[in-house]
């Protein structure tokens, strides 16, 4: 039975919605206010009209939310590391690639956004409708994996903060457990509404800006060397493995199944499709705004340390432990030391990166399994998973810095191996009318975004290459590894074919 294109229901229409769990509840979405020229064009086209109402400063503000929330990943204590890493060892040279980098994290978030927009259903739960039950499983194992990787790197960032800003009086599993309890605290604000929750968001992306901003101005960085290296592409031998991290790091595969679902905090009626492009647009305003401001930041933690410490002997040994200590001995103490300074941003970073990891969690569990539970529940579960491996890790590498360091590898390895298991299904779903409806992607922006999709794959494969080349050894492991790569190239080669030739297993019958 054929439609007109107007009236053609979106998948996800087919669905009982009763039976399903929502990213949120009507009562919890924000209600976009309409004006008179709205209700206008809706007596004058009703629901099939297509173009998107004009722009409306008011209504920006009230979409603005979702995209500062997601670009927190952009600014995680793992990106920090890398930042300050790539400015020590590279100096000024591989800014352009950070603001690249940062652009095509920019068109991976845009089409999570739009797939939430257009489906009403966020990455998670499309998986679970559009894969067979084993593949909707290995795929919400694999970002499990991812989050508990991310989650520990988030945690201990902010444990380290809580060491500095103590002067050391707490250790690093007690920092670990103020910043689980501080998470829920946090997400209780949740129940005063979802912008009271954004706007704690902004209080601590503000307090990111401010303090590596001060720390920008104390440092002095060269203006002309910074304007060359972000407009000069260069990249030299010594640098490569800096320049391969700083794009590797950008996409985080939970942060892609959760802008999906953030966006549908707003209120957007889905059968006027005017109203899913006006949300598509405002959307795509504030996320470009975001990851502007996130860039800016990564910029300026960057330059500190280029300025600070490129072509020293120091270089090579900066790490997340030891980068305040540095920073401290370097540029001494001024009217605020810099060594606190670095702490306030630290903190700020890991706080707001765990907070959203465990909100991600909670659209992870619940979109793959379907759970139905209360909020606080699924939030101490998925905190839980993270937590108790985290405590062990602070126990353990507390006295060794060196060996924390190594412990960062293996879960940025950890996070690389998972990447594809999101971009893929996402682009997938993405380019398929019988999802999308009208709003899927076309044959242009399907070939820009698979070229981005390949270039994350194939530099952090490069990254995967070079860790395991170098770490791994031994007839058993490399046996291990073997196996582990033929599956896992194989689960790829299927994710592809699938998206080549798609029909939603779940309704085949009905098509």
């Known amino acids: ?49 297509g173009g998107a109402p004009p722009f409306s400063w008011r209504k920006l503000w009230l979409f603005t939310g979702p995209g500062f929330l997601m670009s927190i990943a952009f600014l995680d204590p793992g990106n920090l590391e890398g930042d300050l890493q790539a400015g020590a060892v590279a100096g000024y040279s591989l800014l352009w690639l950070l603001m690249w980098a940062t652009a095509m994290g920019l068109l991976v978030q845009l089409l999570s956004a739009r797939l939430g927009v257009a489906t009403g259903r966020h990455l998670a739960e499309l998986c679970r409708e559009e894969y067979p039950t084993w593949a909707g499983m290995v795929l919400w194992v694999m970002a499990e994996l991812a989050l508990i990787g991310s989650d520990i790197q988030e945690v201990i960032g902010s444990a380290i903060a809580i060491k500095i800003l103590t002067n050391g009086l707490l250790p690093l599993w007690a920092g670990v457990i103020i910043t689980a309890l501080d ?24 307090t990111m800006a401010v303090a590596f901003a001060w720390m920008f101005g104390q440092a002095k960085p060269s203006g002309s060397e910074l304007l060359v290296g972000i407009l000069v592409p260069k990249l030299s031998s010594r640098t490569i493995q800096k320049a391969v991290g700083v794009v590797g790091c950008i996409i985080m595969p939970h942060n892609v199944f959760l802008h999906s679902a953030l966006v549908q905090s707003r209120e957007v009626n889905k059968r006027q499709r005017y109203r899913v492009q006006e949300a598509i647009n405002y959307y ?97 579960i998925t905190r839980s ?120 297993w779940r309704f085949k019958a009905e098509s």
Not at 341 to 346: D, E, K, N
């Open 183 to 206: 998470c829920f605290v946090f997400l209780f604000l949740e129940n005063y509404g979802i912008r009271k929750l954004e706007a704690v968001f902004a209080v601590l992306i503000g």
């Open 1 to 49: 039975m054929s439609r007109s294109e107007n009236d053609r229901p979106l998948l996800i229409d087919r669905i009982d919605e009763e039976e399903e769990e929502r990213a949120y509840d009507d009562t919890e979405k924000v209600h976009i206010v309409r004006d008179e020229d709205d209700n206008e064009r809706d007596l004058e086209y009703g629901v099939g009209c």
């Open 284 to 380: 795509t305003i504030e996320s470009t705004i975001a990851l502007i401001v996130s860039f800016m930041i990564n910029l300026f933690v960057t330059t500190v340390f280029a300025k600070g410490f490129y072509n020293t002997d120091l270089a090579d040994s900066i790490g997340l432990v030891n980068a305040g200590q540095y920073l401290q001995d370097k540029y001494g103490g001024g009217l605020f030391p810099i060594l606190y300074i670095w702490g306030i941003g630290l903190l700020a970073a890991g706080q707001s990166s765990t907070i959203t990891g465990t909100y991600a969690g909670q659209f992870i569990m619940g979109g793959f399994l379907n759970f139905k539970m209360k909020k606080w529940l699924r939030a101490l």
């Open 385 to 504: 998973c993270a937590i108790i491996p985290t405590i062990i890790v602070a126990l353990v590498f507390d006295s060794s810095e060196a060996t924390l360091d190594v412990l960062n590898e293996w879960l940025n390895v950890l996070q690389s191996i998972q990447i594809p298991f999101a971009l893929i299904p996402l682009l997938c779903l993405v380019s398929k009318e019988q999802i999308m409806g009208s709003f899927k992607i076309g044959p242009f922006y399907q070939t820009i975004a698979w070229l981005v999709a390949a270039l994350v794959i194939m530099i952090n494969g490069y990254l995967l290459l070079e860790f395991f080349s170098s770490e791994v050894s031994g007839v058993i492991y490399t046996g291990f590894v073997t196996v582990f790569t033929a599956s896992y190239g194989a689960f790829i080669v299927y994710l592809i074919a699938r998206g080549i030739n798609f029909t939603p």
